[in-house]
């Protein structure tokens, strides 16, 4: 038992440091540079390694998972890619007292050039990694309005791409939209996607943070939960999604017995 255990701990251990292994460099060589010089350095093809293909797409390698990141910041600037790598160093747990301090730091000076280059998608992560990581209660109850807001636009847009065109003549075009959205992310605008049947947990988690107002209202919170689960069973955009997804991992309903 005891031998098991501590092969469990050795690959807990390897698992852990393969997410984060050469952050210190990685962050070093964006830390030796003020924001005014990475705003002026324009990401091009060249400065680029070759996108690391993989069946798994959350890749563990962090050196790989920049690399393959850095490629949808071409023809931004280093601050916007900067921006991105401390979000993925954050969701790895990676420093994140010193992480978030930067982060909030960056939001700080350059807010209003980051809401003006960064596309929804980015500002959306990053009004995840404040609620995650402010001790701001106020912040956090604010921007997970807009983290609300987008991702049942996404649900509702979702439905609208399912239905689009179904008549009578094109019901298989149905079929095919939803075997589309369980293969892979399909693009919406500015950087969102559908949401991707199957794997997507962007409601599991916005149910979390949710979950995490408890201790500063607990009545709120529980009116909170108890409409956007009501909503699971109606007939709204969620359940349709809800049922089509198969994936217990990142389902975001409480079943109801």
């Avoid at 069946?55 to 600037?77: A, M, P």
């Avoid at 996404?154 to 939803?178: A, G, P, R, W």
């Avoid at 589309?180 to 949401?195: G, I, K, M, W």
């Avoid at 988690?205 to 919170?221: E, G, I, P, S, V």
């Amino acid at each position: 038992m005891t031998t098991s255990s501590n092969w469990y701990r050795k690959l807990t251990l390897l698992f852990k440091s393969e997410k984060t292994l050469n952050a210190n460099t990685i962050i070093r060589a964006f830390t030796n540079k003020n924001m005014d010089e990475m705003k002026v350095i324009i990401i091009t093809e060249t400065m680029c390694e070759p996108i690391n293909s993989s069946n798994n797409t959350r890749i563990k390698d962090l050196t790989r998972h920049l690399d393959n990141l850095k490629h949808q910041f071409i023809g931004q600037s280093e601050l916007c890619f900067y921006h991105a790598t401390l979000i993925v160093l954050l969701r790895r747990d990676y420093k994140p007292k010193e992480t978030f301090a930067e982060f909030e730091m960056i939001w700080t000076i350059e807010s209003d050039y980051l809401l003006n280059n960064l596309s929804l998608r980015w500002i959306i992560s990053a009004c995840d990694t404040f609620i995650d990581h402010t001790e701001d209660t106020t912040r956090a109850a604010i921007l997970m309005n807009v983290t609300t807001l987008i991702n049942t636009l996404k649900v509702y847009e979702t439905k609208q791409f399912l239905q689009l065109n179904n008549t009578i003549e094109q019901e298989t075009l149905l079929e095919d939209k939803i075997n589309a959205l369980y293969r892979t992310h399909l693009p919406l605008y500015d950087s969102l996607t559908y949401f991707r049947i199957g794997t997507d947990d962007t409601l599991k988690n916005m149910r979390l943070r949710y979950q995490q107002f408890y201790d500063l209202d607990k009545l709120a919170t529980t009116m909170l939960l108890f409409v956007f689960d009501r909503l699971q069973n109606n007939d709204s955009a969620f359940s349709t999604l809800r049922a089509l997804h198969k994936d217990n991992k990142s389902k975001w309903w409480v079943d109801s017995y």
